[in-house]
């Protein structure tokens, strides 16, 4: 047996070779992630007697380089969580951590769980885009969230109000919301307070056909109204103006973004077979259910649905000592964007309250037992994915028979 430790970093990593009883076959080396090291590396480990496993931890994306290549090189490959291996074999008070200490205490661990180690299967080139854009997705969320709120507070010096006048959502072939674009042109109360109404109202009409909006003669006079009754202490110059509207440049850039992200997850999302189980939930809309697949990935890796909800971190965990009872906790050592992704879920049914849901009757059960917030919100969460799971598992099986 050949336990070979792959403690893995950015661009680089440390490599031992280790047989049973410590026996090291080859000393730690580094090997950078370029094709032509990975692949001597490759060549250096399939020369070796014996089977032959390489050993690394998940870290992100880092470890993916390193896994593909000595999997398509024909090596077992086995891919396990960090938390099990920072936790193994420390039988020493001393703290020292080095990239050559760490890549041995990775093959002691291969060796000593040889039989359970998890092979590494990589996600299809459709999952891997999908779980890419979705990351973005958020990412980009949440810079437009920060970008509305910088200009939030700058037309509450200019035109205060403003952005609670329009109700209308984001369009979804571009992103963009009525109130940013109006402010865009409009962004400055004296804009609208310094027209007639009449002006004002054949200004709006003109720029809601210009920019794609309805118009509504009820909704100029409001505006209008408003305009009149709040005035900004921001200068009505060309300065604030340039600032008002790079803002809003700024929100419309992110949002095209988002819109074509979102166009793009919805479709490699439908290309996968789960997409209608994952559309089929209550409160997944085109957004969730494409993160939903991207972020749980190819059920047919787990062995059981306990396993699904365990990859989410949602499993309970008992903390008791003598007559201490700890309060109740998950264990949180999955995955924090597939938690994220059902506590939104799991958002929409408690704000819309659907009386035949299961997953909702199960939430309000769990609420009226007196549970609390994060409780019955993890529970839900459980549960959308042990059903998810056996719907997903039932499809596969049906057209693996009909194939």
């Not at 250096?44 to 931890?57: D, F, N, P, V, Y």
């Not at 200068?235 to 809003?248: C, E, R, T």
Request: aromatic share 10%; with cysteine.
């Amino acid at each position: 047996m050949n336990a070979v430790g792959i403690d893995i970093s950015k661009g680089k990593s440390m490599i031992v070779v280790m047989q049973p009883f410590g026996v090291i076959v080859v000393s730690p080396y580094e090997v950078a992630h370029t094709d032509s090291e990975l692949e001597a590396l490759a060549m250096r480990l399939k020369s070796l007697k014996g089977e032959t496993k390489a050993i690394m931890e998940c870290t992100g994306s880092y470890h993916l380089p390193v896994a593909r290549a000595l999997r398509d090189a024909g090596l077992t490959v086995c891919a396990v969580h960090a938390q099990l291996v920072h936790g193994f074999g420390n039988n020493t008070i001393r703290k020292t951590k080095t990239d050559k200490k760490d890549a041995l205490k990775i093959a002691a661990y291969g060796l000593s769980n040889w039989l359970e180690l998890p092979e590494f299967v990589p996600d299809g080139e459709v999952r891997q885009t999908l779980k890419a854009f979705s990351r973005q997705y958020n990412k980009y969320n949440k810079i437009k969230t920060m970008l509305k709120n910088n200009l939030i507070a700058l037309l509450d010096q200019a035109f205060p109000g403003v952005n609670e006048l329009f109700s209308s959502s984001a369009r979804k072939s571009d992103g963009h919301e009525k109130w940013i674009d109006f402010t865009g042109s409009f962004w400055h109360g004296k804009c609208v307070s310094g027209l007639s109404e009449k002006a004002f109202t054949t200004a709006y009409r003109k720029w809601c056909a210009k920019h794609g909006y309805n118009f509504g003669a009820a909704k100029a006079k409001t505006v209008y109204a408003h305009a009149l009754e709040h005035s900004g202490i921001m200068p009505f110059n060309d300065a604030s103006k340039a600032l008002i509207k790079q803002a809003v440049t700024q929100i419309s850039a992110v949002s095209e973004t988002l819109a074509a992200v979102a166009a793009e997850m919805k479709r490699l999302a439908a290309s996968l077979p789960e997409y209608q189980v994952a559309m089929g939930f209550y409160s997944v809309g085109e957004i969730l259910g494409p993160q939903l697949i991207a972020e749980i990935g190819d059920v047919s890796r787990f062995p059981k649905k306990s396993s699904l909800v365990r990859f989410a971190g949602l499993e309970p965990e008992e903390r008791k000592s003598g007559k201490f009872i700890g309060k109740e906790k998950i264990s949180k050592q999955g995955s924090p964007h597939l938690r994220k992704t059902l506590f939104q879920i799991m958002d929409g049914l408690l704000k819309h309250a659907p009386a035949d849901n299961p997953i909702f009757q199960f939430l309000d059960k769990k609420r009226a037992e007196g549970k609390n917030y994060y409780s019955y919100m993890c529970a839900g969460s459980a549960k959308l994915l042990r059903i998810y799971y056996a719907r997903v598992k039932q499809l596969l099986d049906t057209q693996n028979k009909t194939a």
